[in-house]
């Protein structure tokens, strides 16, 4: 079976500073990778996928995240942080594509002026 | 464009009420689900279907049921509303090995 972990409930960053949310995976079977950004009151929103084609994902909003088998990771990344940006983010996993997707707990990004 | 369409958006039910949360997409995908999400818990699965006639049990469906009669409506049925039930209800859909797309939510409070 999948999990997803995601390390943080809560990161808070300056407004400009690299932005980075940790998110840690289980799976039996190569991964189909996900992460989604959630605004107040708003349902959640693709921000980028990954499903074998490269390790490194460009996503919107100048997020990306890199796929490491080794270390079963699939960190979030930014390299400067816009007040935009504060949101609730979700990485999230599965198996194959008839499968639910396992969503992580989720992370809270705040951004500080 | 709509893609996934959720009503209501607010609903406030007492104990015991039942009601039928809608949910509509116009992208002829063959996969829905429906989640909720309690604060700080992410989003528990609680049904899916993977095509018309077909539904089967998620994470947390004790309380609810599903149907699917046709490709693009999954509504989810709660029978004896309980306080526990209170949260904010997610509709998706998707199409094999593709991400899911999410409605705006249901938010329901049940007092």
């Known amino acids: 079976a999948q999990s997803v972990t995601q390390l943080g409930s809560h990161v808070s960053v300056s407004e400009g500073a690299l932005v980075l949310l940790r998110c840690n995976y289980s799976s039996s079977v190569p991964p189909y990778l996900f992460w989604y950004v959630q605004y107040p009151n708003q349902g959640l929103q693709l921000l980028l996928k990954?499903?074998?084609?490269?390790?490194l994902v460009k996503g919107i909003n100048g997020f990306e995240a890199e796929f490491k088998k080794s270390e079963t990771s699939f960190h979030l990344t930014k390299p400067s942080a816009h007040m935009s940006d504060a949101a609730e983010y979700f990485c999230a996993v599965y198996a194959s594509g008839n499968t639910p997707l396992v969503f992580g707990k989720g992370t809270r990004l705040s951004v500080i002026a | 464009n709509a893609g996934v369409t959720q009503t209501p958006k607010f609903r406030i039910l007492k104990i015991g009420q039942s009601m039928t949360l809608q949910c509509t997409q116009d992208?002829?995908?063959?996969?829905m689900y429906w989640y909720r999400q309690d604060p700080g818990m992410g989003l528990k699965l609680i049904y899916y279907?993977?095509?018309?006639?077909?539904?089967d049990k998620g994470e947390v469906p004790n309380g609810y049921n599903v149907s699917r009669s046709t490709t693009e409506d999954f509504p989810l049925r709660l029978e004896l509303a309980a306080p526990s039930q209170t949260s904010v209800y997610f509709c998706a859909s998707s199409s094999s090995n593709q991400p899911q797309h999410f409605g705006d939510g249901t938010r329901l409070s049940i007092l």
């Open positions: 990954y499903t074998s084609a490269a390790t």
């Open positions: 279907s993977v095509g018309a006639g077909i539904t």
């Open positions: 992208m002829n995908h063959n996969y």
